[in-house]
């Protein structure tokens, strides 16, 4: 029943994942499909445009979570902009932004990707 | 002197997919009624989906929780009941993302995010069901 859908595209090195809709447990696997098909292929560099997903929960953003553990194992890193301010609050909430950095404009969050 | 009693909104949800979508729906509702501002929505919706997911996957046989929120001259009052089969508080640990990194276990955030997100949570857990109230100051 989940509206959840994403798009992908790829700005040189660095894997933009747009989502839209609820980030639940169902929106989480499917941004952890997308990573994990990436970085098989040596991907290491993962951007959230969480702009269209106002909405989460634990679930989903513990899924988040299993992204960038794996990421550690490949010096990879996670970022995220455009949040709203209570994903970002939840985000710092569960701790995610000591391991993961929130950007503030797509520009800015490719640059500080690399 | 005889004191008037506050108005509540009551919810039964039952446990299907993305059922907590339809509380914070009412809670919209209800802040709006009570003059929160946006942010207070916010941290009011997202601690109700948490207790909310919480209640759904400790609701046991009866398959539907029960929503109540109060609306008080001061603050919102909101309880979330299910009837399953209850939990032991003292084996609720704070999660930390150091441990949920090396952990196959990441989740179990619910309550730590409602205690951060609401003024005050009180949990009354038995084997005949678990009742959670939390409150918003205006």
Redesign the interface.
Known sequence: ??DFSLEVKKEGSVVIIKTSG?L?NVGGEKISEVCYEEMEKGKNLFLLDLENSK?????G???L??I??KL?DVDGKLGYYNL???VE??FN????T??SSVFYSEEEAIKGML | MKKNTPPVVELTLPV???M??AA?KTAEVVSKHMGLNE?QT??I??AL??AC?NAFEHSGTEKQIEIHFKIKDDLLEITVSDKGQGFDKKKVSI????D???SDY??G??L??IK??MDTVEFESSEKGTTVTMTKKK
Not at chain 1, 55 to 59: G, H, L
Not at chain 1, 93 to 96: K, R
Not at chain 2, 95 to 98: D, H, L, N, Q, S
């Open positions: 029943m989940s609820y639940n909405v989460v929960n634990s679930i953003v513990s899924i979570i299993e960038i553990e550690q709203a301010p209570i609050k939840t909430i569960m701790g995610l000591k391991y | 299907l997919p993305d907590e979508i914070t942010e916010a941290e919706n997202m989906i948490e997911i999660p930390k993302i150091e949920k990194l090396k990441k989740r955030w619910g730590q995010l951060e997100l």
